[in-house]
């Protein structure tokens, strides 16, 4: 039986305008096609941190000349899955001709239910758009936006981001890749929506896609969740002297560095948190978080930090 994939694509990787999307899609696509040849079916998710940020900022530049917000962040979070979708979908089917493969790629819009009670409502912890000097982010905080420093990389607004309970398509999803499909779906997380009154409506605040991507991973019982990102691997004593690259290792082994506190917050902690939760869900499940760059090396499970129950 083939194997199944779900690829968890970066925002920050994507790269920060239209122009850099396309190239770096490009070496992507590559990869997923290799997979393809291989027999593997692929699913394909990916972040939205920079281009929704992107997204909300010429909105409010476009409609918010009054002090009132006309676009809210869940229809911007939409926005940021045709855009992006758009183009992977356009980039995986250009590889395709080149080969000559006959498969059809497709994207869904997906909303993601999250409980309207959820803490993270109340502590934002995802970082969107881009990054900031320390004198502009002390501008935006008095203006009342949240900002946080981002991994060593300057500051960046964050807004809440609750945990995914439940995809809403989720059986479009799987159908869709039973009948050979390559499907990008959950992109920027999903668009997260609360049940309100018996009726799903969009809330103000971004999914992590890399939590997402685990539940749509065990949801459609695949075997591996990849979650490509902009370094080859996982580091402890990050940024350090002492830095170190993790390989191979097991689930219990990583919660110990997670304990002491080795991944931060809003970048690399809920890609670990996501490859635990996929691995320890049932024996024999992989989850690798590696570069794109590394992306072809996928197939031979070489790259990168490998995390699985052993
Ligand atoms: N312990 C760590 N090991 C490796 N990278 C880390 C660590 N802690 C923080 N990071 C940072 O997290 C980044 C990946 O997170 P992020 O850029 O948010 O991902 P995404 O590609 O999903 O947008 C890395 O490029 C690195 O700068
Ligand atoms: N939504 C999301 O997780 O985006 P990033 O991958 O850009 O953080």
Do not use: W
Request: aromatic share 4%.
């Amino acid at each position: 039986m083939s194997k199944k994939y779900v690829i968890a694509l970066g925002g920050n990787a994507l790269g920060n305008s239209p122009k850099e999307q396309e190239k770096n899609l490009v070496v992507t696509s590559k990869a997923i096609v290799d997979l393809v040849e291989e027999g593997v079916e692929v699913t394909i998710c990916h972040g939205n941190g920079p281009q929704v940020g992107m997204i909300k900022k010429a909105m409010d530049e476009t409609f918010n000349e009054n002090g009132e917000i006309f676009m809210p962040f869940a229809e911007c979070g939409a926005m940021s899955q045709g855009y992006i979708g758009f183009q992977m979908q356009n980039a995986i089917k250009n590889e395709l001709l080149k080969r000559n493969i006959r498969k059809n790629v497709v994207s869904v819009i997906t909303e993601v239910e999250v409980d309207r009670n959820d803490p993270a409502f109340k502590d934002p912890t995802k970082p969107i758009g881009s990054f900031m000097t320390e004198e502009e982010a002390k501008k935006l905080e008095e203006a009342g936006i949240f900002v946080m420093e981002d991994a060593g990389r300057g500051y960046r607004q964050v807004v809440p981001s609750p945990k995914p309970k439940r995809i809403l398509e989720k059986e479009s999803i799987e159908n869709l890749i039973e009948n050979g499909n390559i499907v990008i779906s959950c992109g920027g997380g999903g668009i997260p929506v609360i049940l309100e009154n018996g009726e799903y409506k969009g809330v103000d605040a971004v999914i992590d896609k890399d939590l997402s991507s685990s539940l749509l991973a065990r949801e459609i019982n695949a075997d591996v969740l990849v979650i490509l990102t902009a370094i080859d691997n996982v580091k402890i004593n990050f940024g350090k002297e002492n830095e170190e690259s993790l390989g191979e290792i097991s689930t219990e082994e990583i919660k110990k560095y997670l304990k002491n506190d080795e991944f931060k917050k809003g970048s690399m902690l809920p890609k670990v948190e996501a490859a635990i939760e996929f691995a320890d869900s049932k024996e024999g499940r992989l989850t690798i978080i590696t570069s794109l760059e590394k992306a072809n090396e996928i197939v031979s499970a070489k790259a990168g930090t490998r995390i699985s129950k052993m």
